[in-house]
């Protein structure tokens, strides 16, 4: 461990002498610390000149790597020491769902709850509750999580979205599905579920045009992004139905037609069934299921047919 973290601080800091003074050895300690790894991996990862320590691209990569990994260590320790009766509450949460449904609604969480310190860890990774990565997760899938409690919050409908001003002014027409083709789609690539969550391709198969290519326009990596790119007139985004809600009610966004289709995917509260038992955790449960109830009846009121 002392020989990574002698790598990690002189890539870091690009000078074995300032390496030694933050480790606290000696300049030949920090020194012998390298070339042990070095020698290890068979590979140079610092050149060292008359001008001082050169970090080579390899070195680069392997203190960056022991950086992260140091840093969530040093994060699970933290999780770890919290006492369950403290007062943070860690959430493991997508950064999309966070964005465009969890932060705008936290304020009525904190005004009742002014005790409760959350915490929240954004990821498509699913948590490690028992690493104490996260006490517990708000996830998007279907809900077959073996061993956790798992409530579920609401589930999906995807149809197109545009700003009303695009719709207004675009020189094309945007009234049925069959003018999409003149237009600029917008693609939320979910990750790690991109293979298997619905997109414009079964959107598109299910308004029935089949013959429509669904692979044209812009690609990003988070449902907020492409949220954001149609809600600045840049295309139509196939909007998935709790992550546009807000933007529908307050008019930044706009269904231009329809149908909406119902993605077999829904958002879940999971946790570990012993952490039921914490009072904050508890309390944060009974809100969540609360504000996802209202969230329920309004899409229920916008979309008419909304399958919750």
């Not at 300032?18 to 300049?27: F, M, S």
């Not at 310190?117 to 999580?145: K, Q």
């Not at 829904?266 to 570990?272: G, I, K, Q, W």
Request: net charge negative.
């Amino acid at each position: 461990m002392s020989a990574l973290c002698a790598v990690e601080a002189v890539a870091r800091l690009g000078s074995v002498t300032q390496a030694a003074n933050e480790l606290g050895l000696t300049q030949s300690a920090v020194s012998h610390n390298i070339r042990l790894v070095e020698e290890t991996l068979g590979v140079i990862l610092f050149r060292r000149d008359t001008t001082g320590t050169v970090v080579l691209a390899r070195g680069e990569v392997l203190g960056s790597a022991i950086h992260d990994g140091l840093s969530r260590i040093a994060g699970a320790i933290n999780a770890v020491r919290r006492n369950d009766s403290g007062p943070a509450l860690t959430v493991s949460i997508l950064p999309g769902f966070a964005i465009q449904w969890l932060f705008p609604r936290l304020i009525n969480f904190d005004e009742t709850n002014s005790g409760v310190e959350l915490s929240i860890v954004t990821t498509a990774n699913l948590a490690d509750f028992d690493s104490g990565e996260a006490m517990v997760a708000l996830r998007y899938g279907t809900g077959e999580y073996p061993g956790l409690h798992v409530d579920r919050l609401f589930g999906e409908e995807m149809f197109p979205v545009c700003s009303a001003s695009y719709a207004d002014t675009h020189l094309s027409p945007l009234a049925q599905p069959s003018d999409l083709p003149r237009h600029i789609l917008i693609h939320d690539d979910i990750w790690p579920l991109l293979q298997t969550v619905p997109g414009w391709r079964a959107w598109l198969d299910a308004a029935g045009h089949p013959e429509i290519s669904a692979e044209k326009g812009r690609h990003y990596s988070q449902s907020n992004l492409s949220i954001h790119a149609a809600v600045a007139g840049f295309g139509v985004c196939l909007g998935r139905s709790p992550l546009v809600i807000d933007d529908l009610v307050s008019g930044r966004l706009v269904r231009p037609f329809g149908p909406a289709v119902p993605t077999g995917y829904a958002y879940y509260f999971v946790c570990p069934p012993q952490a039921l038992k914490v009072p904050k955790i508890r309390n944060f449960r009974e809100w969540l299921l609360a504000e996802a109830a209202t969230t329920r009846g309004t899409l229920g009121t916008l979309l008419g047919t909304y399958h919750a």
